[in-house]
């Protein structure tokens, strides 16, 4: 049974971006937590809403928003009522802010960033027996590629030829877009346990919602901490590219040696 709420999981549950399993649990949560169906409802109106507005807002009359809203499955159809230029003028003037607001709310949303806040969210509070798949899930934006262009794209395809832990098996690569970069996503998995890599060029940053980043040395590789109380997250620079890695594994000689790794196909790679 899902544990918290999940008000961060609703716009991506809504549009159906959630893998199968996910969208189970969360369908399960939402019937049984009288809360989170009411976010549920008036996020789903808003996505209802957006899809079914096929005219431009500034075309529209505030009826027409009004019987849009109260009926989000109802398609809008033209007014036929004559409007006065002023009253043409303020519904442009009102629907260009909402434009606006709607634009700055995608662009602060998805950003010019990799966002792993709700992707830690998910590892972090994932149950012992489904943290292997939180973490080989794909945040909203991945997709899956071609592996040796998600491993070009993280700019180790001259050099991985082997896996950074003996034992394990590169199981999910995928490629991201954001602010015209690619950004990989690298899933490795062994019998006990998963890891993910995730490799930025170093002009696009990483984001992690409210979660306090702290430095630390890894077995005298120095890098950054991402705070996570049942999760490892560890930032680190690799020549052209800064990595995150995830995993539920707290042995630090292990964690090292999978940034060792990547330190070194990097630099294997920047040689060749």
């Given at each position: ?8 999981e ?40 957006a ?6 807002l500034c ?25 006065s ?23 602060f ?29 794909a ?21 991985a ?22 950004v ?14 995730f ?11 409210k ?18 109380t049942y ?42």
């Open positions: 049974m899902w544990s918290r709420h999940i008000r961060r609703l716009s991506a549950y809504c549009e159906g971006e959630l893998q199968e399993e996910l969208t189970h649990r969360l369908r399960d949560h939402i019937r049984i937590c009288r809360r989170c169906r009411k976010q549920h409802e008036e996020v789903s109106r808003g996505v209802l809403l899809r079914h507005l096929r005219r431009p075309e529209l009359t505030w009826g027409e928003i009004e019987q849009a809203l109260l009926n989000p499955r109802q398609r809008v159809t033209p007014g036929r009522a004559y409007l230029l002023r009253s043409r003028t303020l519904i442009a003037t009102a629907c260009l802010f909402v434009v606006i607001g709607y634009s700055l709310f995608h662009y949303a998805s950003g010019k960033n990799v966002d792993l806040d709700r992707y830690l969210t998910q590892v972090e509070s994932s149950e012992p027996d489904l943290a292997r798949q939180q973490i080989a899930d945040p909203p934006g991945f997709k899956d590629a071609d592996e040796y262009a998600a491993l070009r794209a993280a700019g180790i395809a001259q050099a030829a082997e896996p950074p832990l003996v034992g394990y098996t590169l199981i999910r690569h995928r490629i991201g877009n954001v602010a015209g970069k690619e990989s996503q690298l899933v490795y998995r062994g019998s006990n346990n998963s890891f993910a890599v490799v930025a060029p170093h002009a696009v940053p990483f984001s992690f919602g979660r306090e980043i702290g430095s630390t040395t890894l077995d005298g590789i120095r890098c950054q901490h991402v705070s996570c999760t490892s997250a560890l930032v680190f620079s690799a020549a052209r590219f800064h990595c995150v890695l995830v995993s539920k594994s707290k042995d630090y000689k292990e964690l090292a040696a999978i940034v060792r790794y990547f330190l070194s196909a990097h630099k294997a790679s920047e040689g060749s």
